[in-house]
DNA sequence: GCGACAG
DNA sequence: ATCTTGTCGC
């Protein structure tokens, strides 16, 4: 089946209705161990890598990667109909073997034009806790709240920007949690000098490493 | 038409 | 995202 922006955009909007915005439900600071996602390209061949990262450990838990060959191109806006079939794969693999309460996808949830970005996109499709992390913003307006600089849509906080020295994040609602817990959940797993939260840094890392392990099948 | 534009 | 070594800056 082709890929139509027209047809995508009607599904994101129908399935925006379905993201929920409530509360984690258990303490932030229970929270044990979090997902991370991310994907890694060599032309039209991608790797996506989701990873178990115990915060109380500071360590990987566990981690699965899929790599295939992608046909649909990067457009602004369309994000997970191109990466969230790998995520799709490399998650259900890696809950095959561990459990894991809350999920970071490189990317946005809620700070989308139809609120509806591959964080939200996954975060649905599992019925589990999301939350978007990104290094640039797509969709929104920044306004200073209460100190912070909050990430706006449609007169709603959807999320925060987070700043550690020279790096900034833009962390936003997936599905299930709330702006804050997002936040702090996103300020907890990121280590001084790195330039994302652990969970996602980590499989940055692994995929871009495994794209070029599968780059010689190439 | 012009500018914006996750990864 | 990716192409890419050494190099400038905090």
Known sequence: ??????????AQTFLSSRICITSLGTDINNVNVVGGADVSYKKDWGCATAVAYN???????SYATYCDKVSIPYIPGFLAFREAPLIIKALNKLLNKVHIE???INGHGLAHPRKFGIASHIGL???MPSIGIAKNLLYGDIVLRDNREAIVVENTVVGYVLVINSHR????????????????LAMRTWKKGYALPEPIRLADEISRKEVKKSAANL
Do not use: C
């Open 125 to 127: 499709i599992f019925n």
């Open 1 to 10: 089946m082709k890929f139509l922006i027209e047809n995508a955009k009607r």
């Open 169 to 184: 994040i833009y962390v936003t609602i997936g599905h299930r949690i709330t702006a804050d817990e997002a936040a702090s």
């Open 55 to 61: 915060i109380k450990s500071d360590s990987i838990l």
């Open 102 to 104: 809350v999920l970071f």
